[in-house]
């Protein structure tokens, strides 16, 4: 990974061209156009997320590809230059990652206005394949039928998301070639402040009494206080010493029962931001 950001840094066309290809693998363009919008600023981030941009487009052009599904891929890589910008003004991962989950949201709800036709379609399809799905389409257990509030909330979910673990993989880039170690120190101390921390879980609590199609939403809201959760996990398994393997239990945990496993990490990030676990931690160790 070091030598791809090294070869990113190298100039504008080794950055751009990692911008073009890095489409071919999950967080490489999105990532570039971060790293380079924190070292060389927007104009040069708007740059390569021009050239990031030209395949989605082409695709498009020259095959049937939705266009709601490219205008999401197109405003995700451009939203690395936005939040890039935000955590460099405000030297501050809370913002950073509220400002996503603002811009995610507010980027799906204008989709939605533009593109209704093709939200509408996208939903007839899921219907359709949760139909073909259903096993038993005749009991009276309920089965989620899609509509355009929880699609859309699901586009906020993916962009907003996307967007932070982009964002941080460029700050491990940047730390790998100008500050090596930078980035394990800095993604450790990543916790929200006790008045944000109350804003997201009243958000996150509320967003429970609203009906289910609203459900990506909640989910949407939760992601600062879920992160925080993860980077406190992070910071216990170092200060600790423990062995790696709880990362991976907490990864997969969050793959394969992702509801118990999110609601425990959004509560133990919670605790932090009011009780401060880190610096409890810390002067028990130090005993």
């Known amino acids: 990974m070091r030598a791809l950001a090294e070869f990113i840094m190298r100039g504008r066309a080794q950055a751009c061209a990692v911008g073009l290809l890095g489409n071919l ?6 990532a570039t156009i971060g790293l380079v919008t924190l070292r060389k600023g927007s104009g040069e981030g708007l740059l390569v997320a021009l050239w990031a941009v030209l395949p989605l487009i082409v695709t498009l052009y020259i095959s049937d590809s939705s266009p709601l599904l490219t205008a999401v891929s197109v405003a995700s890589l451009f939203m690395m230059v ?4 935000v955590l460099t003004w405000s030297a501050s991962w809370s913002w950073t990652m509220l400002s996503c989950v603002v811009v995610g949201g507010f980027i799906s709800i204008g989709l939605g206005f533009v593109l209704a036709d093709d939200v509408e379609l996208l939903v007839a399809e899921i219907g359709e394949v949760i139909a073909k799905l259903a096993v038993e389409p005749s009991s009276e257990r309920q089965v989620l039928v899609p509509v355009p509030q929880f699609i859309l909330g699901l586009v906020a979910w993916v962009l907003a998301l996307s967007a932070v673990v982009s964002l941080l993989l460029s700050r491990w880039w940047q730390s790998l070639v100008f500050n090596p170690g930078g980035f394990q120190e800095e993604f450790h101390r990543l916790r929200l402040s006790n008045q944000l921390a109350v ?8 967003g429970f009494y609203l009906p289910t199609e ?5 989910l949407l809201a939760a992601i600062p206080l879920l992160l925080s959760g993860v980077a406190l996990i992070h910071h216990v398994v170092k200060t600790l010493q423990l062995g790696g393997q709880w990362l991976v239990l907490m990864y997969f945990g969050l793959i394969v029962f992702s509801p118990t496993t999110g ?21 028990i160790k130090n005993r």
Do not use: C, T
């Open 25 to 30: 693998f999950p967080f490489v363009s999105p």
């Open 82 to 85: 936005v939040s890039a910008n």
């Open 263 to 283: 609601a425990l990490l959004v509560g133990l990030a919670f605790s932090d931001s009011m009780l401060n676990l880190r610096s409890r931690l810390a002067a």
């Open 214 to 218: 609203y459900r990506p939403w909640v």
């Open 199 to 206: 804003m997201v879980l009243i958000a996150v609590v509320a």
